[in-house]
């Protein structure tokens, strides 16, 4: 019979969790000089010239996006949470192990490579800050405007940094000197203008169930792909059960619903006993220390793991 070799690799992106909508076509610069123009999307958040996605790594499994960003359950973020409400060091640690990677995204032409059309560079924090700072200067300002915008110079070299066996690529990035039109064609802008595609479904979104499955599998110290035996002890939580996760998740579901006139209420003198890797106890901390709201410390965690 025949096959269909291009459905067989969509599905097995799609199994991977690794799909994207077939209009993104990634921007992979080689080292080198390049020069491109940004092109605004047609969908930003709050006025933002970038869209911005979160992802998880967890384990050896194809990152995930963090579905509370959509405001969807996200058992992953709940662990989050639980842990780090805990106070305990080694719960903060698998916290911050755990917590999403922001990466940003900029539609843009290529301008030696203008042939290709619309191609979508992704860029880390420290790159992204660059680019919002150019809107913050005069002489710059919205950069992304297709009439008056500015063109952008890519410097892009290898380091002696060596990240998880690949070497790690220097990016300088600057405006050029001048204004300049996205295409003297009027027709070819309009062109690329429409053809800048939909940043919401480039990835494919996991279940609330595939993702618990993954974690509970890293949780339980087994491998998220291949042979578990493999990874036998590489996995941070390995000691703990399998269903850990539904424990944890549920306790803060309770937490969530406790009325807040009891946790303001005075609590009666307990004797001290020894304390269960699932209890919660937020008042650890050293009282000299003032006191955080766990929103407030759950927010400084996440800007604390993006600078990472």
Not at 18 to 26: G, M
Not at 51 to 76: H, M, S, T, W
Request: net charge negative; charged share 30%; proline share 6%.
């Amino acid at each position: 019979m025949a096959v269909n070799l291009e459905a067989i690799r969509k599905r097995i992106q799609e199994m991977s969790g690794q799909s994207r909508n077939s209009r993104v076509q990634l921007w992979k610069p080689a080292p080198g000089k390049h020069k491109i123009r940004g092109i605004p999307w047609k969908n930003t958040v709050d006025g933002m010239p970038f869209r911005e996605l979160r992802f998880y790594y967890i384990g050896d499994a194809p990152r995930i996006l963090a579905p509370n960003q959509f405001g969807k359950p996200d058992p992953v973020n709940d662990l989050i949470r639980k842990c780090y409400s805990s106070g305990k060091p080694e719960d903060r640690a698998l916290a911050k192990k755990l917590h999403s990677k922001m990466t940003a995204y900029m539609a843009i032409i290529d301008r030696g490579q203008e042939d290709k059309g619309v191609q979508v560079w992704s860029f880390n924090p420290f790159i992204y800050q660059r680019l919002l700072s150019f809107f913050t200067v005069e002489e710059i300002g919205d950069f992304l405007d297709p009439v008056e915008g500015f063109d952008l110079d890519v410097d892009i070299t290898p380091s002696k940094k060596v990240f998880n066996g690949k070497q790690v690529m220097d990016t300088v990035v600057d405006a050029a000197r001048r204004s300049s039109k996205l295409s003297s064609d009027a027709e070819q802008a309009k062109k690329w203008l429409d053809a800048v595609p939909n940043i919401d479904d480039m990835y494919t979104q996991k279940t609330t169930a595939e993702i618990e499955q993954i974690l509970n599998t890293w949780l339980a110290g087994g491998a998220t792909g291949g042979d578990p035996a493999h990874d036998e002890g590489t996995n941070r939580g390995a000691e703990r059960p399998a269903d850990a996760l539904d424990q944890l998740v549920n306790e803060v579901k309770a937490e969530v619903k406790a009325p807040a006139a009891e946790a303001a209420a005075p609590k009666a003198e307990k004797p001290k006993r020894g304390k269960k890797a699932s209890d919660v106890d937020v008042d650890d901390a050293t009282p000299a220390a003032p006191k955080q709201s766990l929103d407030e410390a759950f927010e400084e965690l996440m800007e604390d793991a993006d600078n990472e």
